[in-house]
């Protein structure tokens, strides 16, 4: 093999396998530092010898025992020195490599569970997950997060010493904490396709790759685990890519969905989405991720804006409203419901739901309400809620999508006087 | 990516002869090959205390030059190791071995890439 070709083989292999290889050494060799620390000494093993002896039939179970020997080698040599070999011995004996596919996918799954553990904080969660089982450098995950290098670094740092410090087991939950625990992970994933798709500030090419790095992990869980809420995370976050291009124009203002080209919409993602949605219906275990897939796979098959099935829409979210009240979820509803029911209906269903008071201080109560008085030809009190709207915003496109509406309503008031 | 690792101590600390400098000390003779067999190394060089040292500037095409810094009672900058690694926690957790990390601190400061523009202050 020609040195370049080995070094292109080494980067695909890493890529590939790094993740599964770093799983697997976290729970041989307990801990992160000294299985981080192993795959670095694998991979240099790797670089040494694989072109002189060719690649390796496995390349997993190959960096898996390098890095295992060459740690183990490490330990008795420090143990020789502190004089304590026969403990160490014993403990390096005790160590069994994967054998069976099984055996691998529950290690990617034990990394998965552990950087989403509960106990770790929100932020924590993320950056762990991105950089561990996403394969991302730190400076990855700061430029991506607008954040500097060292503040993500500290997160990083500070969460893996609260799994040691705590003994967060390295495991894959059983059957009563799975849901709990799964709910968790999917809501890291889900958080980082949001912070990829929502923001339109900052480089937008890393902002998609945060998007497409939550479809990967999102994929690698569908993979890892038969589970009908991870299906529905997956179809949720395809359905939402497959319309990407179309919700942002060449200004990068925000295109509403009614006004989105929809003959730009990926049908292959769509379709991709409608088959995992499918096969979560037919499990019988409806989850929030389902049910919020289910309803943006109607608007993706609504070949106009007119076309939109607004009954089952809003039946969907009566279901979500069931499944996971929530403020939001009603809000969300009532919108339905002016589309299906016209404004005025809309128009009540909002306020109910805004005279609860938890949706004050949140924009889109007040656009959506703003938007209904509008429909309804009430422009003085459609502009006081786009006003609200706009002075609840900071993100960039959507105040310039509240400022348009103002502009709009002032035009009429002048054509109308 | 290339780190910079600077190691600061306090030089009555470290060469106070307690046992856990001493040892620390012992240690630091054998790191460079430490990081040469993880692949780690790129170049290290201690540094002596800073009464042996110059400090000079050059105003209006003229140098002048004083001695010292003299030792203060604060931490100094008693060592440089540049690293080679994957990201800014890999370079984190490759100094956290550092045998001085138990008796100073040591700054982790990624090496400029000079194809990336200049900060904006």
Known sequence: ?417 | MRYACLIYYHPQTLFGGSPQANAALAECAGYDEVLKASGHFVAAEALVLPEEAMTLQVRDGKMSAVDGPFMETKEMLGGIIVIEARDLNEAVRVASGHPLATIGHIEVRPVVDFSQPRPVL
């Not at chain 1, 020609?2 to 080494?10: E, I, K, N, Q, Y």
């Not at chain 1, 008795?76 to 014993?90: F, I, M, N, S």
């Not at chain 1, 939402?240 to 203002?253: F, I, K, S, Y």
Request: charge should be negative; proline fraction near 4%.
């Open chain 1, 1 to 417: 093999m020609s040195v370049a070709g080995t070094h292109a083989c080494l980067e695909t292999v890493y890529r590939t396998e790094a993740r599964r290889v770093l799983a697997t050494l976290i729970r041989l060799l307990g801990g992160f530092d000294a299985a981080e620390e192993a795959l670095h000494e694998a991979f240099a093993a790797a670089a040494e010898q694989w072109p002189r002896q060719g690649l390796p039939a496995n390349p997993y179970s190959w960096l898996v025992s390098a890095g295992r020997f060459r740690t183990i080698d490490c330990w008795r040599r420090e143990a020789r020195l502190a004089g304590t070999l026969p403990e160490l011995l014993a403990l390096s004996e005790q160590i069994a490599e994967p054998i069976t596919p099984e055996d691998i996918a529950d290690d990617e799954l034990r990394l998965i569970f552990v950087c989403c553990h509960a106990a770790l904080a929100p932020d924590a969660r993320i950056a762990l997950t991105l950089r561990e089982v996403g394969g991302l450098t730190t400076e990855e995950i700061a430029r991506a997060y607008l954040t500097p290098a060292p503040t993500i670094a500290q997160r990083i740092v500070r969460a893996k010493a609260k799994i040691r410090d705590e003994a967060i087991p390295y495991e894959v939950p059983d059957r009563n904490q799975l849901p709990a625990r799964l709910e968790s992970a999917l809501q890291v994933i889900y958080l980082i396709f949001n912070e990829g798709y929502a923001a339109t500030q900052g480089p937008s090419l890393t902002r998609a790759d945060l998007c497409a790095e939550a479809i990967r992990l999102g994929r690698l869980v569908v993979d890892l685990l038969d589970q009908p809420e991870a299906h529905g995370l997956l179809a949720l976050m395809l359905l939402h890519e497959a319309r990407r291009a179309t919700r942002v124009d060449a200004n990068g203002d925000l295109v509403l969905l009614e006004d989105q080209d929809r003959s730009l919409w990926d049908r292959g993602l769509i379709g991709e989405a409608n088959g995992l949605i499918g096969r979560a219906l037919a499990s019988r275990q409806v989850g929030p991720y389902i049910l919020q897939a289910a309803i943006a796979s109607i608007h993706a098959e609504a070949a106009r804006t007119a076309d939109t099935d607004w009954t089952q829409i809003v039946a969907l979210y009566d279901v979500l409203g069931r499944v996971a009240a929530s403020p939001v979820v009603t809000l969300n509803r009532a919108a339905a419901l002016g589309m299906r029911d016209g404004p005025q209906a809309g128009l009540t269903a909002i306020e109910d739901v805004m005279a609860q008071g938890s949706l004050d201080g949140y924009h889109l109560a007040h656009a959506a309400r703003a938007d209904m008085l509008r429909r309804l030809g009430l422009a003085e009190a459609a502009r006081a809620s786009y006003q609200r709207a706009l002075d609840l915003t900071r993100q960039p496109a959507e105040r310039r999508f509240l400022e348009t509406r103002l502009d709009q309503l002032a035009e009429h008031r002048t054509l109308r006087d």
